[in-house]
């Protein structure tokens, strides 16, 4: 079974706090992974993916993530978060044929 | 660079009636649409996969016979909502990739069912 978890549905913070959104997926064959954003009321907003190489992918406003094979993850990291960033955050795996979401992780700034 | 687009943006149906949206890739070959649905619960639900030269397929749950699609081309699909009901309301998201490339995806079609 192909799947992505995004085991945090909410994460509040204050703004100037450093934050990691979690994701894990399950997946037999190769696939790119990546992470959209969604403010209210709108479409989703690309950030940033991983196909191959360097671990560590740098996205749009501070946004990072870093692929682990060993742990199946793909966090989304930001190291001093900003009100504007509240949002739902989803994670994604594209495979051959297919695409999975995760059911998506509401972040709360406390400004 | 590649791009999504879909029109209507937000669109308002009687109960019973039906609408139709369309994605149009811009940039690159679309050669499989995905169309999903954002339910106010805000998960997304794949409705259907159209890869060129083959069938449709319908994920579960949605049917040829209540989302018709249409993917002629490499650069344009449509999917209609016939007989929309409350049920049917939320953000439909058209997702288009070239081959085993990166999936891109347009900015949704809201649809409200009065």
């Known amino acids: 079974t192909q799947t992505v978890s995004q085991s945090d549905a909410h994460v509040t913070v204050f703004e100037g706090d450093s934050v990691e959104l979690r994701c894990n997926y399950s997946?037999?064959?190769?696939?790119?992974l990546s992470w959209y954003i969604q403010h209210h009321g709108r479409g989703l907003q690309f950030l940033l993916k991983?196909?191959?190489?360097?671990?560590v992918v740098q996205g749009v406003n501070g946004f990072e993530a870093e692929f682990s094979k060993s742990d199946s993850s793909f966090h989304l990291r930001k190291a001093s978060v900003h009100w504007s960033d509240s949002a739902v955050y989803f994670c994604a795996a594209t495979g051959y044929q297919n695409f999975y979401f995760g059911k998506g992780t509401s972040l709360t700034v406390i400004p | 660079g590649a791009l999504v687009y879909q029109y209507p943006r937000r669109t308002i149906c009687k109960s019973g009636t039906s609408m139709r949206m369309e994605c149009q890739a811009v940039g690159f070959q679309a050669t499989s649409v995905a169309w999903y649905r954002q339910s106010p619960q805000k998960t997304f639900e794949l409705i259907a996969l159209s890869t060129v030269n083959s069938a449709i397929k319908y994920e579960q749950n949605f049917t040829q016979e209540k989302f018709p699609i249409s993917h002629p081309n490499l650069s344009f699909s449509s999917m209609t909502v016939l007989n929309a009901y409350l049920e049917d309301r939320g953000l439909y998201l058209c997702?288009?990739?070239?081959?085993?490339?990166?999936?891109?995806f347009g900015p949704g079609t809201r649809l409200t069912v009065l």
């Open positions: 997702g288009a990739r070239e081959g085993f490339g990166e999936q891109y």
């Open positions: 997946y037999g064959g190769s696939i790119y």
């Open positions: 991983y196909y191959s190489g360097n671990p």
